[in-house]
T-cell receptor, first 110, second 114 residues
Framework: DAKTTQPNSMESNEEEPVHLPCNHSTISGTDYIHWYRQLPSQGPEYVIHGLTSNVNNRMASLAIAEDRKSSTLILHRATLRDAAVYYCILAESSGDKLTFGTGTRLAVRP | ETGVTQSPTHLIKTRGQQVTLRCSSQSGHNTVSWYQQALGQGPQFIFQYYREEENGRGNFPPRFSGLQFPNYSSELNVNALELDDSALYLC?????????????FGPGTRLTVT
């Protein structure tokens, strides 16, 4: 499985944008980049995924580097509810097995 | 709320015993995956079931086994429990209709082995 590297932790202020980076230098051509997050005491929750082009949905945006060796999850206005562990995962399909790393723990300050 | 439910919520077992965990998938989903999450770690893939057949397995010994039923609900069975089996067990359901088949996770079952 291709590996991803994320910072262990990040902090943000409420209502400010947050940029969560992920490096995946060994990504294959068929790998999609998926982001899940895990709120305290809950199971992981799908956030967004993409292949080559930047993607937007109601939760976040995903910016993918042109060489696909890195990506950034963007939360446009962080809320206290966004405090969670964010996982960047490579998989050919979201329905395939997901290989979670240790993720980035995001703290949001009021 | 994802529509994926798991039971029981918490469970305490003794080393050497057997345990069965249950998962009801979201309506319309035909695939169930099971994950083990140790404290402070990300979830680790155990196996996946698609239309009642095992469809991929992670690096877990044979004492971890599963079933998927015609209504797509699923069970995870663990025999000969070890202390290291203490973890949060998560199930996730998805619908295999193409690339956009993200997984919906349940809240998990917290298993403690003493």
């Amino acid at each position: 499985d291709a590996k991803t590297t994320q910072p262990n932790s990040m902090e943000s202020n409420e209502e400010e944008p947050v940029h969560l980076p992920c490096n995946h230098s060994t990504i294959s051509g068929t790998d999609y980049i998926h982001w899940y997050r895990q709120l305290p005491s809950q199971g992981p929750e799908y956030v967004i995924h993409g292949l080559t082009s930047n993607v937007n949905n109601r939760m976040a945006s995903l910016a993918i580097a042109e060489d696909r060796k890195s990506s950034t999850l963007i939360l446009h206005r962080a809320t206290l509810r966004d405090a969670a562990v964010y996982y960047c995962i490579l998989a050919e399909s979201s329905g395939d097995k997901l290989t979670f790393g240790t993720g980035t723990r995001l703290a949001v300050r009021p | 709320e994802t529509g994926v439910t798991q039971s029981p919520t918490h469970l305490i077992k003794t080393r050497g015993q057997q345990v069965t965990l249950r998962c009801s998938s979201q309506s319309g989903h035909n695939t169930v995956s099971w994950y083990q999450q140790a404290l402070g770690q990300g979830p680790q893939f155990i196996f996946q079931y698609y239309r009642e057949e095992e469809n991929g397995r992670g690096n877990f010994p044979p004492r971890f086994s599963g079933l998927q039923f015609p209504n797509y609900s699923s069970e995870l069975n663990v025999n000969a429990l070890e202390l290291d089996d203490s973890a949060l067990y998560l199930c996730a359901s998805s619908r295999r209709t193409g690339f956009r088949d993200e997984q919906y996770f349940g809240p998990g079952t917290r298993l403690t082995v003493t």
